[in-house]
């Protein structure tokens, strides 16, 4: 009858997950071998605990050196440590166009790129996207994939300056402008862009402004700042 009865609950633990030994056994049966359970069932638990524990570290283990690591790019009060006027181009309107990037190519002179959103004056919500690719530019309107975004701003308030670590060789920098119409509606490409460059002594700087409407109507939504400096 117990034995029967014990087949019974353990046939219910594997089907349904339920403890045996809870009801419907012989008292003492219930309970000398619902203490030697519990036991068996605190000591699994102990041992899922341990596992547990090794899980955490093993993972504290691997993260530990990523989070040492310099940060790819770091946010400072100060501006960047341009040189004289040289001199100052057209405004370049670019009626298609969903983000702007920066290339440069130039092995033997360290480059340096600072950027930061300086404003906009937009009826929507604006983002900007920065992505660093160790590769020439893309098509137009192509942006690399997500594992070479390297900021994300998901307004148009002024931020401080960001500035990337000083790199060499073949370097392209995307500023990528989007737009949602509410804080629940998907995010979707600007209409257009317009870039003004001035060259300096050491480098160039790009006043970026993207729009947000299909009648292009001022290109001031998103407004960025970005600077290249060569040689740092
Ligand atoms: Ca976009
Ligand atoms: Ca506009």
Redesign the pocket.
Known sequence: MAELSLHWDIKSLLIEGKRPFRRSQPKNLRYSLGTSLLVAESMKRRGRLYGLVLAIAATVLLVWPLGLQAPAQQSTGSAPPLGSRVREYEMINMPTA??YSVYTANAMTPHQVWYRVYGGDALFRQ?M?VYQENAGPRPI?Q?PPESELKEEITNNNATRWYRFVPEAGVFTYYF???NRLTASSP????FGVKVKRTRYTNGNRYEVAFEDQDSLDDFDDLKLEVVILQPV
């Open positions: 969903t983000a983002r996207r309107n942006l990528d402008g989007d995010w979707r490409d600007a």
